[in-house]
């Protein structure tokens, strides 16, 4: 999960299989649109060995806003 580092509490839930560069992209303007010309850091991430279970558990936590705010909040 990313946090928009600003002050408002933003935050971006995705997928990728390299993780730098995924960020790279988005803090350099690129990548999803929604995250396009705004700065963003990571704040928590899961490793998984199948795309399949990645993508759940990436619709899982997009859905569930109540784990989102536990997450980010934990994290400021």
């Known amino acids: 999960m990313l946090k928009l580092i600003s002050k408002k509490s933003i935050t971006y839930v995705g997928y990728t ?3 730098k560069k995924r ?7 690129k990548g999803a649109k929604f995250t396009r010309g705004r700065k ?3 704040i928590y ?6 795309k399949n279970k ?5 619709s899982y936590i997009k859905k569930n806003r109540n784990l989102r705010n536990i997450i980010k909040y934990k994290n400021i």
Do not use: T, V
Not at 45 to 50: F, G, Q, T, V
């Open 45 to 50: 991430k899961e490793k998984y060995l199948s």
């Open 17 to 19: 299989k390299d993780l």
């Open 23 to 29: 960020i790279s992209l988005h803090n350099s303007g």
């Open 40 to 42: 963003w850091e990571l």
């Open 54 to 58: 990645a993508i759940l558990r990436e």
